[in-house]
């Protein structure tokens, strides 16, 4: 079915999905969410995919969940219709995902880059969860990613106040791995996917469940969790061929991508 909220292209071994709705800023309605997910579950699938870009438009990666679409919930339909959950499907996708983000992020928008595995923010990026100025909370993992993020500190303030965060403030406060000039985002965020893309691809899946194991348990447990996977790369040709091109002095071939 073709996608009507969101663009899907391939470059190379890269996914790019643009979330393009402009008349509502990227505002992530249940359709723009259905397509979101179907196209992660095609780039998830393609053996010729190692790595999955995730952007918006220059002025918004997206402006928070369509608050059209929730306007008129009460508390049994927001309870039944649970529209948040589906949501989480970018937190499961196994194969690494770059959030680029230019403009607005705010929101079940910032809320969306923070499921993803690193932001790169465009210097025009503003991050923000203004839900409290609509009467409601965060519903998608705001107090909880963002405080990760930043601490409590920023992230308390920046939840009850509405306040919102510029490229600077964000890269300082470790929300975004690093800010490029806006109109050089995607196709710097797409570098590093090709990069990413050319590893090997069980290696690179079992860095980001490390990676996130981090969030996940104590120290002690991560870094068991970690040695486990370290002793189980040496069971991978991968290895032998990274290993061997380092000390032939040439650039490796790996084959499980
Ligand atoms: N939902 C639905 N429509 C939205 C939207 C949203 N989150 N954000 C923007 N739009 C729509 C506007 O209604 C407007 O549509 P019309 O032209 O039909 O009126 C269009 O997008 C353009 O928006 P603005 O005219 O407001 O653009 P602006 O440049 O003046 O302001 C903005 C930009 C500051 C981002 C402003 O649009 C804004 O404050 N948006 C809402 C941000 C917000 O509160 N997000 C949180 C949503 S709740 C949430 O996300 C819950 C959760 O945690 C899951």
């Known amino acids: 079915m073709a996608y009507e909220n969101i663009r899907v292209e391939t470059r190379g071994r890269v996914g790019l999905i ?19 997910n179907r196209a992660l579950d095609t780039f998830e699938a393609d053996d010729k995919i190692g790595c999955i870009v995730l952007t918006g438009s220059e002025k918004a990666f997206a402006a928070g969940a369509d608050i059209k679409e929730m306007s008129e919930f009460d508390f049994a339909e927001a309870y039944k219709r649970d529209h948040i959950t589906p949501w989480e499907r970018v937190t499961r996708v196994r194969k690494p995902v ?19 595995d690193f932001i790169i923010a465009g210097d025009n990026a503003k991050f923000g969860q203004p839900e409290v100025t609509l009467g409601v909370v965060p519903g998608a993992g705001g107090t909880q990613r963002l405080t990760r993020f930043v601490g409590k500190s ?16 964000a890269e300082r406060a470790g929300l975004v791995s690093r800010i490029v000039p806006a109109a050089d985002l995607v196709e710097e965020a797409v ?41 189980a790369s040496f069971a991978t040709e991968d290895q032998n061929e990274g290993m061997r091109a380092f000390i032939e002095k040439r650039s490796p071939q790996f084959k499980n991508k």
């Open 191 to 231: 570098n590093v996917a090709h990069k990413i893309a050319e590893m090997s691809l069980p290696i690179v899946m079992m860095i980001k469940e490390s990676v996130n194991r981090a969030y996940e348990t104590t120290l002690a447990e991560g870094t068991r969790f970690e040695r486990r996977m370290f002793h």
């Open 18 to 36: 643009t979330l393009d709705r402009p008349s509502a800023l990227n505002a992530l309605s249940n359709a723009l969410f259905e397509e979101l």
């Open 98 to 116: 770059i959030a680029a983000v230019s403009g607005y992020a705010l929101g079940g928008g910032c809320e969306l880059a923070m499921m993803c």
């Open 154 to 169: 920023k992230a308390m303030e920046m939840c009850l106040s509405g306040r919102f965060m510029d490229a600077e403030e």
